[in-house]
């Protein structure tokens, strides 16, 4: 199946808009129309992670539950294009066994040997390449490593213990409240509190590595976010490596999407409609209703919006949501990240990895795989201090590629979904500006009557990420079938 | 409600069997007799984590479960005794988020906030003791931990990479075949292959950290086993630190096993009974037909066994079990601890840490909280090495806890549960002798017919953690969802 989702130019074919992928479910429905079922116990809305979860847990425990997505495709902004059955991720892409609800996942859906490593340091160009305003520099991985481990540790270590003694509970981040301290700050705050003990080298490789993360500015990075993630990770620069961008699916992110959707249909309490975005969400008399852009309505005792931040303002919600959380919607977070996948006809890139900053549009790139022609996969992340819509200059893009390793890459195909102008996400994976979690986290969690809220955006650990995503829909779940029990009088599924 | 398990000692009572907890449940059983409900969809035999994470998704899931436990409360070998409203953990303590199955469950249920620091080194008598064939030695907890994060990394350090290239994937052991060669060696092995690097300090504290995490011998404990945990840490001496001994329930282990039983209770799908040891499993034409010693017989279309695997060959299973399962169970694993609690009238002790080794019956002890009447507790690891059964010999127990700082314990109450002679444990948490992994774990796994096995004992992951037992309960769950699917013809629970 094809999804109107992402794009992919190749040297023959040009440019092209929607990519081949596992995500897309079909038939689009299996209602025969919007009253076709009732009313329903929950309404689930978003087919990502949390939703997917939410909506899973929900069939399980045996409540008639209704899925309303509106893309084609289930996994919101995290999925993969499969093309010639090779994965390009288009979103969310690595996992590990220190975040504990998408390993939970992988464990229960016995998927534990479908992971493999990203990097393979072991052959060809197996080199780093930094390239700054200074110059150029070419390195060992080691010598990557010690750098931004040196410069990493500068950074975070406002309390002699590498940020531990703040965040001690990264799943309880305000434990020590001194915590929120840092969370007025911006990265660059925090840069010019250090810039005299960095090298230049040390100072790009920090600004690259922070700017990866949050895919903003510096001015808009929230310290404390950073330091969250650092603690999430285990304090360390290993940690960080492990966690953040060392092992994915073999198969692609949606195989793993797949089966929570086909856990929940199983179940015989799923019904789904996809290509359906919504207008409203109103909360009357005890019952939800939900009116697509179609003007169909559809009704619930409970509703759970997985609606990101950055979109909660287009939905008209009535009762209007609470001061709190619309400022902080339309403050929105601020990851911009343009993320690229460029097949190079050349195998002896795997093991090559680059950065690029400030003046490149894309910072970071690594050697992700090869490609069933032999070619090498490259991965490479830009953000909103130097953006760009890549479907509308592919040559800039293809130059950004190209100056990553001047000589080096001879892009075959590029592969890549524009989160920034995706009506449905409004920019990738979350980060926080200074101020947005000390200020509205609670506000983002909290129940709006009978509509619950759950997204990566507002989790409490892995936020941002595919676990925080499931953590917000077992959540919403446990919240929704608290609330209902007992349970909803029993179909039969025979 | 007091528990019959569990010893307590106290300078005015004695020593006495039986001790209070929040774990026992009253009334002990919910159903009237052996055939109230008829046939059950699912017999789970066992109420520790396992047992209870497999009877919650299953009573969620709607089908009819049965849950049959040989003691008179839940959680098996993880249970607190709350004495003056002070939790004394029996079993199974500690908990950290790079545990995904127990963080999961700590998240769902909320508790992200029940979680306290065993350790303090912060006042009083601030050190650690080291009490060795050569003599005593005080030192800061910062050298403690020097020197075990040298020893420790002299000891994994088999490919100049710390172990991750033998172990890269902890929840796939044998991803490098390899790693096979470690479970052949003991650490007795591996402790010779390093002698003459280590001094004798390094030596002492190596073994006893050892010794602390398997509670056997060197000879017994297998290398790999100990690479695994390693692994699992995050492959340094910070890492093991804060997952194997740092976090623990405020308000005690048992809080945690309730929310389990509840869920499942508040279903209306979960009937139980306490007090009710297992004589024999038979399976036959597509039933499993349980019986207790007590001659009462229950039904099922499916069995999950989370018998631990010491306790195994004790009951009595038709068909036999392979040959395999059977070797390994006579084998068993190898942890004897002999975990002592001592309240001592002394409130400076709280910062104390200390080890005797290899002449002391308690190897190691930390303090680990201050009681109601403001004393310090101090909670002491023995093992088969040099073990001791503390009730049959309470004036050697209460030796064992003075010699570790002679003159500052002044023990006023001892608190523990003797795993070795617990029939219905025959050991503490699962920790494997040389071989046994690899030759047994697929055999452990697999299931018979229609039972199947979930246990701490042959979790993937953290094998032998309260996480591991989870893992399985989820795994069992899981298995048998899928293997009875459709969903059994409801019932009405309003």
Redesign the interface.
Known sequence: MTSRDGFQWTKEGGLSQGVPTLSVINPPTNIKSATDQGDYDVIVVGGGYSGLTATRDLC???FKVLLVEARDRIGGRSWSSNIDGYPYEMGGTWVH????????EI??Y?L??E?E?SFDFSRGVNHFQLRTNQGSTTMSHDEEDTILRTALEKFVNVDGDMGRTII?????EFYNPEAKKYDKMSALDRVRDIALTLSANERASLEGFVLLCSCGTLETTSFFEFLHWWA?C?Y?QR?CM?CLIS?KFRGGQSIFALRFFKEAA???NLSYIFNSPVKSIDDQSGKVILTTRDDFQFTGSRLVSTIPLNVLETISFNPPLESLRMGAARTGHVNQCVKIHAEISDKDMRSWAGMSYPLNKITYAIGDGTTPAGNTHIVGFGGFHNHIHPEEDVKETKKAVENLAPGNMDVQRLVFHNWSKDEFARGAWFFAPPGLVSNSLESLRRRHGNVHFANADWA??WRGFIDGAI?EG??AA?DVKDGL???P??????
């Open positions: 399980l425990a045996g066994w220190h975040q504990p609800h998408v390993w939970r464990s229960r016995d534990r040997k992971l490593p001690p509970f990264p799943h309880d999430l285990g360390s940690g492990d092992y199983s179940t015989g409490l650990g953590e077992t959540r446990k029990k007992p349970p009088a029993p179909r039969a599924h025979l």
